[in-house]
């Protein structure tokens, strides 16, 4: 079991940023993959971003590159996502995820544990 608790959303206007974190807690030691994920009103929950637990590999999301990205510290069992330039629709609820194994999936099927969700909201 992996525990995990986002902070760090708000409201902000377009053109600022902000950073995203996600604690997890629990079987960290068995190295999951960590994925960032949002999901607007009425739309369906989409990946953003994703990291191995070394921090070797990211993948992010053509929506985000160039703008967001993701991090880790293994110290502080905590995965990161620092939003820069943002857009009214990069609105959204931000979930971070985790998940057993050696794939960053893009799908949220793909992943097993799940943050309660962190609102970020972006005025323009």
């Known amino acids: 079991q992996v525990q995990l608790v986002e902070s760090g959303g708000g409201l902000v206007q377009a053109g600022a940023s902000l950073r995203l974190s996600c604690a997890a807690s629990?079987?960290?030691?068995?190295?999951?993959?960590m994925g960032w994920f949002r999901q607007a009103p009425g739309k369906e929950r989409e990946f953003v971003a994703g990291i191995t637990w070394s921090g070797s590999r990211t993948y992010h999301a053509d929506s985000v590159k160039g703008r967001f990205t993701i991090s880790r510290d293994n110290v502080q069992n905590t995965v990161y996502l620092q939003m820069n330039s943002l857009k009214s629709e990069d609105t959204a609820v931000y979930y971070c995820a985790a998940r057993f194994g050696n794939l960053i999936y893009t799908t949220s099927r793909g992943y097993d544990y799940w943050g309660q969700g962190t609102q970020v909201s972006v005025s323009s």
């Open positions: 629990g079987r960290t030691s068995s190295s999951p993959i």
